[in-house]
């Protein structure tokens, strides 16, 4: 399976940005999909999860502000981000997984990564 991530760029804080992910070779909805961001210096972060049914989870920085969700027909994953904060500056990744994992907030599960979308949020 191949991902390609775009939707990122420059935006002030308090505003928006919705980051997609193309999903090619198979279809989004048989995996979990994850959205991960990392920042200079810093590791990679898990950001958001959606599973097979649709079940989200978030990292306690993001809850409130970001959504992640999952078309099926265009065969993509999105992640909504509103409210924006200079502290969200950062690549953002989207990452593919399989089932038989326990814990998909880290980037162990995920057997297929796009290549990265700039992120930056000016204060």
């Known amino acids: 399976v191949q991902l390609q991530a775009s939707g990122g760029g420059l935006v002030q804080a308090g505003g928006s940005l919705r980051l997609s992910c193309v999903v090619s070779?198979?279809?989004?909805?048989?995996?979990?999909m994850g959205w991960f961001r990392q920042a200079p210096g810093k590791q990679r972060e898990f950001v958001a999860t959606i599973y097979w049914g649709g079940y989200t989870t978030y990292t306690d920085s993001v809850k409130g502000r970001f959504t992640i969700s999952r078309d099926n027909g265009k065969n993509t994953a999105s992640l909504q981000m509103n409210n924006l904060k200079p502290e969200d500056t950062a690549i953002y990744y989207c990452?593919?997984?399989?089932?038989?994992?326990?814990?998909?907030?880290?980037?162990?599960?995920?057997?297929?990564w796009g290549q990265g979308t700039l992120v930056t949020v000016s204060s």
């Open positions: 990452a593919a997984a399989l089932r038989g994992y326990t814990d998909y907030r880290t980037p162990a599960p995920y057997h297929s």
């Open positions: 070779g198979r279809t989004v909805g048989d995996y979990v």
